[in-house]
Structures are given as C-alpha cells and as structure tokens.
C-alpha cells in the first residue's frame, strides 16, 4: 500500500477541480438570501473533517428513503452504508460552526443501480446521500441549509474533539445523547482529494439535491485497517435499529485542513407515493415545512458543550 502512495498522490494531484466555472465566475460577488448575507461563492476556506462508513442492512435502508427514485447502495448481498461525517467549519460567510451528518449512500433514478459500480460512476448513477439527520451549532446555519438547500438542520450541542491519535464528536440535545462518533486517526497517506459530495434531503414534500465542492489532503484507512466507534443515543438508536448497524467501519477519513464550496445551484423534485393518504403522510414525517423556517434569525452563538460524561471513553 505504502509503495502505491507516490502515484496515486501523483495521478489525483493531476485531476481537475469539480467546482463548475460558473463557481468560480461569481466569485467577489454577492448575494442576500433570507436576509443572510453572502459573498460568492459559498464556501468556507479552512474546515476539518471526519468521516466513518458503517455496513448496514440494505432492505432496512430502502424502508427510511422517501419516494420511489432513491435507492440505497449495494456493496453486494444485503450490505448498504451509513455514513457519518462531521465537518468543523471554522471559516465561513455565517461564521464558525459544526455540522453533523448521518446520512444513506444512495443511487438516484428509477430502478436501483447494480453493486458497488456508483462508486466508480458517481454521476452517471446519481450517487450521493440521503441525509437522515444534521444537526449543527448554529441557528444561522438552521435558516439558510434548510431554507434554502432543503437540509434537515436543527441546533444542538456539538464538538469536534482532535488529538493526535483519535479524532471524535458528540452530538446531544441536552436531554439525550445524540451521537458520538469516534476514530483512530488514519496514516498519513494525505491523498490530495478533490470531491464532489451530493446531499439529498427531504423537506417541504420534496426531494432536494445540493452539491457540495471539497478539496484537501485525506488520511484514509480502509478495511481492517479503519478503527473506529459509533454510539447512538436512545431517539437514534430506535430511530436506526433496523438497521444492523456493524460495529466496526469500513473506511475512515480524516482531513486536518480543507477548503470547500457549496453549490448556490438546487434541484428539487415532488415525493411521490402510490396514494394521496401516504404521499400526505410521507410529507410530514420527512424533512418538515415551510413554516419551520420562516420565524429563525441569523444568530451565530453555539449552544453549552455536549456532555461527555454519557460516553465512557475510548480504548
């Protein structure tokens, strides 16, 4: 694996950056969306990120995805992912913030895709994640990911903890524990990854689609070699159950330092069913309204830190 390293930094080092011209034509100019303000394009230039992927079962996966056109993705057999991923944005135009993601790999379109092949083809097979639940740090950040981008977000006590041999963060709502997620920090492979990461989230009875622009040096450790934990807090875990969580992770990724942009482009799409009662129904368990939106400020103050006495340490 090591041997492989110089290359393959070499070959990605060579890969274009997937943020669309029209990105990059609208920069130093400026926007106000809902009265928050910003300077284009929306992006945030230092940012650190963790990552964990959990095998888990793809029937039970296929039962929490809304509509007819989200399919989860197969490894093969009954083995979907679940993925969490934690950015700590330290630089944006709506200030410092943690944001907390727990999402599905997913395909998009009418019949599911064949395994694994979405990994290769991403765009071809419309893959990307189906967001189960985001909380983040800040109200502002509430008004404008899901007034504007459709994304599940609330406000709740975060952290993003990082030492030299573990990186992890926690989730809770003061009440109950949320999450905790927690890996041993990669080796230092340091990949130069320029991604594009597309987020589907339910909100107001539709299918949103956003696409998220990163780019930094990634540790990533894969198979046996990932280590790492996931802990659910009673309204997740019951929430996720059907799942099967697997305990250990199929991947980790850390990146100390990333620059990224959000794509001020959506695309959205009515969620259907097969009758009016169930589409009704499908509305108001996924994503929220309208009205969840409309009365949220644009403050920027972070919430008490989560309490880490719920989570016995770490080994």
């Known amino acids: 694996m090591t041997i ?13 950056s997937p943020v669309p011209r029209r990105q990059r034509r609208l920069g130093g100019r400026f926007a106000d969306v809902d009265g928050i303000p910003y300077r284009m394009p929306v992006d945030t230039s230092d940012a650190a990120v963790m990552m964990a992927a959990f095998p888990v079962s793809l029937s039970a996966a296929r039962d929490l995805l809304p509509g007819g056109e989200l399919h989860p993705l197969s490894l093969g057999g009954d083995r979907g992912i679940l993925l969490v991923t934690v950015v700590d944005y330290r630089v944006t135009d709506i200030g410092a913030y943690i944001e907390y993601s727990i999402a599905l790999a997913v395909t998009h379109g009418a019949r599911p895709a064949p395994p694994v092949l979405p990994l290769l083809f991403q765009r071809f097979f419309g893959m990307g994640q189906y967001v189960l639940d985001l909380p983040v740090s800040t109200e502002v950040s509430v008004k404008g990911g899901k007034g504007i981008w459709g994304m599940p977000k609330h406000q709740d006590r975060l952290d993003f903890v990082v030492t030299p041999t573990r990186a992890s963060a926690l989730y809770d709502g003061g009440d109950d524990l949320g999450c905790l997620v927690e890996i041993a920090r990669p080796p230092r492979t340091r990949l130069p990854l320029k991604l594009a990461a597309v987020n589907y989230c339910a909100f107001r009875g539709m299918l949103m689609k956003s696409t998220i622009y990163f780019r930094g040096a990634a540790d990533i450790a894969l198979g046996r070699a990932a280590r ?22 199929l991947a980790t990724v850390f990146i100390p330092a990333a620059t990224g942009v959000l794509d001020d482009h959506a695309e959205s799409w009515f969620l259907t069913a097969p009758t009016g ?31 880490r006495s719920r989570v016995e340490a770490g080994s």
């Open 228 to 249: 790492g934990r996931l802990v659910l807090g009673p309204p997740l875990s019951e929430r996720l159950s059907r799942l099967g969580i697997g305990t250990a992770p």
């Open 4 to 16: 492989l390293m110089a290359p393959l930094r070499a070959v990605l080092t060579l890969l274009p």
């Open 277 to 307: 009662s169930e589409a009704s129904a499908q509305a108001q368990r996924s994503g929220g309204a309208l009205a969840d939106v409309v009365s949220l400020g644009t403050g920027e103050s972070w919430p008490p830190a989560p309490d």
